[in-house]
Nanobody, 116 residues
Framework: QVQLVESGGGLVQAGGSLRLSCAASATSSSINAMGWYRQAPGKQQRELVARIISGGRTNYADSVKGRFTISRDSAKNTAYLQMNSLKPEDTAVYYC?????????WGQGTQVTVSS
C-alpha cells in the first residue's frame, strides 16, 4: 500500500502563486509516473493538470501551460506543482496521483481557491 500526503493548498488572489507538494511512501524507482489532477466545483470528473513520467517527460493541460510547472525530487519521493499566475478558474480540489507497478494511487486532495 502506498500513501500520498499532499500539502500546499490554500486561498490566493488572482495572479498569485502556490506550490503543492505530494510525498509518496513508495521508493522512487518503483514509481512510473506522478501527476496532479483537479476537480472543479460542480464537475463530476477529475481532469489532468500535469504529469511527470520516469525519465522526466512532462505533460500539461492546455489551460495551465506556461503557468504551472511540475517537478519531482526522487531522493524525497516527492512531486511538486508550482502554480503561477493563478486564475479563478483554477479553483478546484487538487489530487496527487501516482502509478506504480500497475496500480494507481490517489492522495486525499487539497483545496485551491483563487479569488478574483
Amino acid at each position: 500500500q502506498v500513501q500520498l500526503v499532499e500539502s500546499g493548498g490554500g486561498l490566493v488572489q488572482a495572479g498569485g502563486s502556490l506550490r503543492l507538494s505530494c510525498a509518496a511512501s513508495a521508493t522512487s524507482s518503483s514509481i512510473n509516473a506522478m501527476g496532479w489532477y483537479r476537480q472543479a466545483p460542480g464537475k463530476q470528473q477529475r481532469e489532468l493538470v500535469a504529469r511527470i513520467i520516469s525519465g522526466g517527460r512532462t505533460n500539461y493541460a492546455d489551460s495551465v501551460k506556461g503557468r504551472f510547472t511540475i517537478s519531482r525530487d526522487s531522493a524525497k519521493n516527492t512531486a511538486y506543482l508550482q502554480m503561477n499566475s493563478l486564475k479563478p478558474e483554477d479553483t478546484a480540489v487538487y489530487y496527487c496521483r501516482i502509478s506504480r507497478e500497475g496500480y494507481i494511487y490517489w492522495g486525499q486532495g487539497t483545496q485551491v481557491t483563487v479569488s478574483s
